[in-house]
């Protein structure tokens, strides 16, 4: 059982920034992929970065420039680094990891830009 649990989202005002944590806890083995989605009500959950086991990263061109996806020391821990921060950035921000084990996914956190 592999337990994700995020933090940082909120509210923040056009060009701010924010910082989404996600900490992943439980049958770790070794992850092969991190990454954070997004989903707003009626709309398909969507990419927004991932970074690899490996450092390899990448990202949706809507956010390129904007926002930075790294990993912690621990390996088990990945962020999102987001600045200028536009109200389409709008969204509910999911964690998920991809290990041998399967994909496992956090509860999301709200993060709302207002203009």
């Known amino acids: 059982q592999v337990r994700l649990v995020e933090s940082g989202g909120g509210l923040a005002q056009a060009g701010g920034s924010l910082r989404l944590s996600c900490a992943a806890s439980?049958?770790?083995?070794?992850?092969?992929?991190m990454g954070w989605y997004r989903q707003v009500p009626g709309k398909q959950r969507e990419l927004v970065a991932t970074?690899?086991?490996?450092?390899?990263?990448e990202y949706v061109d809507s956010v390129k420039g904007r926002i930075t996806i790294s990993r912690g020391n621990a390996k088990n821990t990945v962020y999102l680094q987001m600045v200028s921060l536009k109200p389409e950035d709008t969204a509910v921000y999911y964690c998920?990891?991809?290990?041998?084990?399967?994909?496992?996914w956090g509860q999301g956190t709200q993060v709302t830009v207002s203009s």
């Open positions: 998920n990891v991809v290990s041998a084990l399967g994909s496992y």
């Open positions: 970074i690899t086991s490996g450092g390899r990263t």
């Open positions: 439980g049958s770790i083995f070794s992850f092969n992929t």
